[in-house]
């Protein structure tokens, strides 16, 4: 059974930092990508950045330039340094993951628990 991990989030300033991470397990064979969506409240899911197994990186024009994503492919680990926050950046943060186990020989898309970050001074 896959599972993704989140870890990192709370309470910071405006202008401060932090940083999630997202451990992948589960018999997994393949990793297609890995990324970070959040949703604010009343508001849709959105991209916030991803990660291909190549280290190809695609993010959200509000978070470029102040958001890192990184990869440990050897862990199934995602990152997601997190600087210069600001308050719009409120929200919910999810893990998200393509990959394929041992036990399915297709790609799925899964998702982590959720972690709250929450800017403000």
């Known amino acids: 059974q896959v599972q993704l991990v989140q870890s990192g989030g709370g309470l910071v300033q405006p202008g401060g930092s932090l940083r999630l991470s997202c451990d992948a397990s589960?018999?997994?064979?393949?990793?297609?990508?890995m990324g970070w969506y959040r949703q604010a409240p009343g508001k849709q899911r959105e991209l916030v950045a991803t990660?291909?197994?190549?280290?190809?990186?695609n993010y959200a024009d509000s978070v470029k330039g102040r958001f890192i994503i990184s990869r440990d492919n050897a862990k199934n680990t995602v990152y997601l340094q997190m600087n210069t926050l600001k308050v719009e950046d409120t929200a919910v943060y999810y893990c998200?993951?393509?990959?394929?186990?041992?036990?399915?020989?297709?790609?799925?898309?899964?998702w982590g628990q959720g972690t709250q970050v929450t800017v403000s001074s």
């Open positions: 998200h993951a393509v990959l394929r186990t041992s036990a399915t020989p297709t790609y799925l898309a899964y």
């Open positions: 589960g018999n997994i064979t393949s990793i297609f990508y």
């Open positions: 990660i291909t197994s190549s280290g190809s990186t």
